[in-house]
């Protein structure tokens, strides 16, 4: 696979050589205009977080791949994204746990389900598939200064994209408020999993997912 110019936050959920000794690698991405089947890992199955609409407006390529799964993590039964008082994006985060934890159970049943490498992805990569990607890392034994790495590296991938949306927002507060992406955001976030539940697995086993899901992760 040659690296695509466009997927700038492509990579391996928790690092480089984090994976090394899984049966299968777990990849996390955004979603972007204008890429291809051959911007992807060979034979990857797809976890797509985003929305309906979303996928409308930016068809993924790999649609229509027999692994390809539309698995929107927002649960639009909830009427809200995030509750109005969840302001920052520690808050943000935290209050999906609760809000949407239908939609990130059927997004880590999914990936339990692939049999092969897997990429989860939303449209920047860092937010939804974020919360997925260090509740895997952290389940996976990460320390919580790698998950928080891990969350951070997304601002280096999305500098250019950022950089875009901050040119054209009408709202450059909210819009650099959105786009924070610091370790601390992550760590504070699995703090609280692991303060309200005890740990992610059982974070995991209060969604819903059985113990064969939890242990296919």
């Known amino acids: 696979m ?3 110019s466009t997927l700038t936050n492509l990579r391996e959920v928790g690092g480089p050589g984090f994976q090394a000794d899984h049966r299968r690698t777990v990849y996390r991405s955004n979603t972007e205009p ?3 089947a051959s911007d992807y890992p060979a034979g990857v199955a797809v976890v797509d977080l985003r929305r309906d609409d979303e996928v409308q407006r930016v068809p993924h390529p790999l649609a229509h791949t027999p692994g390809y799964r539309g698995v929107p993590m927002f649960d639009p039964s909830s009427g809200l994204e995030s509750a109005a008082e969840a ?3 520690e808050d943000q985060y ?3 746990l609760e809000r949407h934890r239908v939609g990130i159970a059927d997004a880590l049943r999914t990936v339990a389900a692939a049999p092969g490498d897997v990429l989860v992805c ?3 990569g860092k937010d939804r598939t974020g ?3 260090a509740l895997l890392a952290r389940h996976w034994g990460a320390d919580l200064g790698r998950v928080g790495e891990d ?3 997304s601002a280096t991938g999305l500098a250019e994209r950022f950089a875009a949306e901050r040119a054209v927002s009408t709202d450059p507060v909210g819009t650099a408020r959105a786009q924070r992406c610091v370790p601390e955001i992550m760590t504070t976030v699995i703090a609280h ?3 309200r539940w005890g740990s992610v697995e059982a974070y995991l086993r209060w969604t819903g997912l059985t113990d064969d899901e939890v242990d296919a992760l």
């Open 2 to 4: 040659t690296p695509s």
């Open 34 to 36: 204008g890429t291809s």
């Open 87 to 89: 302001v920052v994006l």
């Open 94 to 96: 935290i209050d999906w």
């Open 122 to 124: 939303c449209s920047a």
């Open 131 to 133: 919360i997925v990607s």
């Open 151 to 153: 969350y951070a590296a």
């Open 193 to 195: 999993v692991e303060q």
